[in-house]
């Protein structure tokens, strides 16, 4: 039984898009959404990486960035 315990995990070489700390992001699933959160300045994003609208957006037209990066971010998931 799992409800209501969030497991956090560490973002390796992951850095902040607001205070630039490095390996202070961590990512969580909550209410079947996960989100990346940093740990040194609070800062709270939310990951839309399963929505199928989004991916097929993204389809179409991917900047090779964002393709790199929703990789990255589902190898993360797996661990
Ligand atoms: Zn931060």
Redesign the pocket.
Same mark, same amino acid.
């Given at each position: 039984m799992s409800d209501g315990k969030i497991t956090k995990r560490f973002i390796a070489g992951a850095v =902040?898009p !607001?205070?630039n700390?490095m390996d !202070?992001l961590v990512i969580f699933r909550r209410d079947d959404k996960d989100f990346r959160e =940093?740990v040194? =300045?609070g800062?709270l994003d939310e990951m839309r990486l399963n929505t199928p609208k989004n991916e097929l957006e993204t389809r179409v037209n991917t900047p090779e960035a964002v393709k790199a990066a929703q990789t990255q971010a589902v190898k993360w998931l797996e661990q």
């Open positions: =902040c !607001r205070c700390a !202070r =940093c040194s =300045c800062f």
